[in-house]
């Protein structure tokens, strides 16, 4: 069965335009998250999804940052008017939630995000 | 809030040594936790996991042992291979909850000498 799966696997851009990142899901999974892995922060959580519930956004670190999940299923992740230090490589997890106490979460190869 | 420490790295061994990585975490409650490892140019892929006290997680010779009284969940193996080498990342997802973010350590890269 298919994975996590996100595009571009690359992205190059410059310090000001806006980006889009993707994430597709596993099939069937209610659970989406955004994490960010750099140098300097490690890796951290960006937001999640969970089915219809308001996505928790504690970890978006400006406003130049936001996700939005259409039909419960693919992703997308927007950075606006980029900044060198957004570069990083941005991964996304998907997880299936049938249990209160644990769910795992898997991972997608991430998109490598470069500002010049 | 709830966090993660681990050992800092690089750590670099010779085939058929034997390995620890420590991690302590804080948390309130039960937390489950998680060894996650990076294998060089792949995604990140889940290690083992152990989601209460006393609980040991096991995967490919890597054993982890859940000790509340230490707040511990140290990386162990007996004998490490140059396969072995990559990225790890001790983490925890916070308890009572049915879908949470996971807080990840800092890292450890491993590096094996054939």
């Known amino acids: 069965g298919a994975g996590v799966s996100q595009s571009p696997s690359n992205k190059v851009t410059e310090k000001g335009k806006d980006v889009e990142l993707r994430c597709d899901p596993i099939s069937g999974h209610t659970a989406l998250y955004w994490y960010r892995q750099s140098l300097g922060q490690g890796l951290e959580f960006l937001i999640y999804?969970?089915?219809?519930?308001?996505?928790?956004k504690s970890g978006l670190p400006s406003d130049r940052f936001s996700a939005e999940r259409t039909g419960g299923s693919v992703s997308t992740l927007t950075i606006q008017r980029t900044q060198q230090e957004d570069s990083a490589v941005y991964l996304c997890?998907?997880?299936?939630?049938?249990?209160?106490?644990?769910?795992?979460?898997?991972f997608g190869p991430g998109t490598r995000l470069t500002v010049l | 809030g709830n966090s993660v420490t681990q050992m800092e790295g690089p750590v670099t061994l010779s085939e058929e040594a034997f390995l620890t990585i420590n991690c302590t975490y804080t948390?309130?409650?039960?937390?489950?936790l998680f060894w996650y490892v990076q294998y060089p140019g792949e995604g990140l892929q889940l290690l083992l996991k152990?989601?209460?006290?006393?609980d040991k997680g096991s995967n490919k010779g890597f054993e982890a042992t859940y000790r509340k009284e230490t707040t511990s969940f140290h990386l162990e193996k007996g004998s490490v291979q140059v396969s072995d080498s990559a990225v790890y990342f001790c983490a925890l997802t916070e308890p009572y909850s049915s879908a949470s973010k996971i807080i990840f350590g800092s890292g450890t890269r491993l590096s094996i000498r054939p």
């Open positions: 152990a989601t209460k006290a006393d």
């Open positions: 997890a998907s997880s299936f939630v049938p249990s209160f106490l644990y769910n795992e979460q898997f």
């Open positions: 948390a309130t409650g039960y937390p489950s």
């Open positions: 999804f969970q089915g219809n519930s308001a996505p928790d």
